[in-house]
Structure formats: C-alpha cells, structure tokens
C-alpha cells in the first residue's frame, strides 16, 4: 500500500501562483509513477499532470501546459505541482494519486489516491 497526504491549496487571485505537495509513505519503492488529477464541479476527472518515478519524464495536459510544472525529491517521495499564471478554470479540487504500473504516462489509472485538496482561482 501507498499513502499520499497532499497539502498547498487554496485561494488565489487570476494570475496567481499555487504550489501544491504530495507525500507519498508506505510501499513507496513500487511506484512507477505520480499523477496529479483534478475535478472541477460538474466535470469529469482530468489527468493534469504525470511524472515517471525513475526516468522524471513527465506530462501535461494541454489546458495547463506551459503553465505548470512537476517536479519530483524522490529522497523525500514527495512531488510538487507548481501551478502559475491560474485561471478561473482552473478551479477544482486536486488529487494525487501514484501507480505501481507499467503504462503510459497519459493513463488515467492509477491505484492509490490522496484525499484532495481544494484549488479555488478568483476572477
């Protein structure tokens, strides 16, 4: 098992900056990758970013590309979503969530989740 504790969330204005944490304990040393996931009120589950555990190749969805970043401490097993230049639209609550699977770093199947944290981008 894997336990994810996210933390960062928050408030912030259009334009903003928010940096979100994910810790990650437990069978930690079977991960082959984290995802950050987000769920806007009445939308679906977005997959908005992933990176490999090993390798640090990562992935964004197009609606946040160039605007946020993923880093991984692997020594911490913690990841970082650096969220800059929000929009309303962004606004949504953020899970982390880590797979002990082989896949493609776009997949939207992961095994373990955190509790979520909320994200709210004023206009």
């Known amino acids: 098992q894997v336990q994810l504790v996210e933390s960062g969330g928050g408030l912030v204005q259009t334009g903003g900056s928010l940096r979100l944490s994910c810790a990650a304990s437990g069978r930690t040393f079977t991960m082959y990758a984290m995802g950050w996931f987000r769920r806007a009120p009445g939308k679906e589950r977005e997959l908005v970013a992933a990176i490999d555990w090993s390798g640090g190749g990562t992935y964004f969805a197009d609606s946040v590309k160039g605007r946020f970043t993923m880093s991984r401490d692997n020594a911490k097993n913690t990841v970082y979503l650096q969220m800059n230049s929000l929009k309303p639209e962004d606004t949504a609550v953020y899970y982390c969530?880590?797979?002990?699977?082989?896949?493609?770093?776009?997949?939207?199947?992961?095994?373990?989740w955190g509790q979520g944290t909320q994200v709210t981008v004023s206009s």
């Open positions: 969530a880590a797979r002990n699977t082989i896949a493609p770093i776009t997949t939207p199947n992961y095994n373990y």
